[in-house]
């Protein structure tokens, strides 16, 4: 195979792992700031998925046009779990919040079972076939929108944690809940924003892949996995590591599943994540201790 | 200005302080001496609501802050600085004094007082892009001074201060608090350094698993027998 289809598939890659990136840095600013893993992450991404089809098919709204909406709503549902579920585990041990993110997994997945049948969705847009082409690559327009709109709003998360008060306090109560607590901020409010924006994070994902794949009740499973990968590959907690992890997995999926087999792609992904554990056991960015 | 009546507090079930009464008047400096697992942390970690009091009270210019949320006293003007310094090792020397003005009260002369703690710590400022974790014990110890002086408090609270410095930078971290101190800063120190602390101090108390064992005018308590063969050795 030449160089022509190899550079195609690694842009291939790197766009969607755009999108990989945003869902992992979700799930990294839950855990860098609250010390807690969702392992319903996943699942996330698929109720954005579902706010995407909905507005689509309820209200005619397309997903590039509703991304604002979705965000918004997905902010909201953050709040929601965070008021009902996450705050009554924050503190407290680790099988806590390992049962209950758990168990929200299974539930979502039930619950859109329940409500919309396990029967394959499709969104479309207007855009969807669109592609630009330069020299031999030919790049969809719904992957180069998913990797702007991604590194955007890493971008946006970014700027906010570094140069920002909220940002600041939310690093202070990353590094040490007691130390926030003495300087004068209110832990309990940097956490609930620290889950809302996670959480906002994964459904702006879902909105971006609906274009792509498939809306049904067990298609977070997918990202679910991905997304671990590339947070630990990028060093649980780093902003930073998350969105090169998420590139590095989205080309490295992407030519495993050209050049060995497709059924095969998550294989690379797992190589590579085993052999920069093997070198850097706290990941790419990860902090030694 | 700082009331402390009668308070019981622990950890679990373990009672360690046992019926403190203790007060820091405007403007004064106090030491509160002690051995090694005596309660002078847990009495601090008490008085900045860290840990829950089981019994009696504390006020704070007046204000009954027994039950307030630990997060809501530095606006009203205590500064805790914990021991290990509480330097945020993860976050810019720069980020570690914003926070310190984080309460709104101090956010809006943020810049004047970033220029009086950059006047005091020289050194902060050009290391103001560091990590904090990447100063040495005695310039943590000055970002932490310094982080505390970004909120403007009436009441300044250390755990420790000199604890791990070489002998030189104890003085030096003395000094500076004699000179918070002339600027009618309130002070509650914990000291094992007990010359030092009662060098700097004009009154202190001496804890003894739980109680306060003797109190009165620093000058005084080093006089005093028991004391100097407790603590000094003499």
Known sequence: ?289 | MLEINNIVTGYGDMKVLDGITLSVAEGETVALVGSNGAGKTTLLRAISGLIPVWSGNITFNGQDTTKLPAHELPALGIAHIPQGRGVLAQVSVYDNLLLGAYIPSAKSRREESLKEVFKIFPILEEKKTHLGGSLSGGQQQMLAIGRALMSHPKLMILDEPSLGLAPIVVDSVFKIIKDISAQGVSILLIEQNLVEALAVSSRGYVLETGRIALQGKSADLFNNDAVRAAYLGL
């Open chain 1, 1 to 289: 195979m030449g160089t022509g289809i190899f550079l195609q598939t690694t842009l291939n890659g790197l766009m969607i792992g755009g999108v990989y990136a945003l869902v992992a840095v979700g799930l990294t600013l839950i855990f860098g700031v609250m010390k807690i893993v969702n392992f319903a992450q996943g699942e996330f991404v698929m109720l954005g998925m579902y706010i995407s089809w909905m507005l689509a098919h309820f209200a005619g709204i397309g997903p590039y046009e509703g991304l604002a909406i979705s965000a918004v709503i997905m902010f909201l549902i953050g709040y929601l779990v965070f008021r009902l579920l996450i705050v009554r585990v924050i503190g407290k041990k680790d099988e806590e919040f390992i049962l209950l993110t758990l168990g929200l997994s299974i539930f979502l997945q039930n619950a859109i079972l329940m409500i919309f049948s396990a029967d394959y969705l499709t969104v479309t847009s207007s855009m969807k076939d669109s592609a630009l082409s330069f020299a031999d690559l030919t790049l969809t327009l719904p992957r180069i929108i998913a990797f702007s709109v991604a590194l955007t709003a890493v971008a946006v998360l970014t700027f906010l944690l570094q140069k920002t008060d909220t940002g600041r306090a939310m690093r202070a109560c990353a590094e040490s809940r007691e130390i926030a607590t003495v300087l004068g901020i209110n832990p309990m409010r940097s956490f609930t924003l620290a889950f809302c924006i996670g959480i906002a994070l994964a459904g702006i994902a879902g909105v971006l892949l609906t274009p792509m794949f498939y809306v049904y009740p067990g298609v977070g499973t997918l990202f679910n996995t991905t997304a671990f990968v590339v947070v630990v590959l990028g060093g649980m907690g780093s902003v930073p590591g998350a969105l090169l992890g998420g590139l590095i997995i989205g080309i490295v999926e992407s030519l495993t599943g050209s050049y060995v087999s497709l059924d095969l792609s998550q294989l690379g992904t797992f190589v590579i994540f085993l052999i920069v554990l093997f070198f850097r056991p706290s990941g790419l960015f990860g902090k030694r201790t």
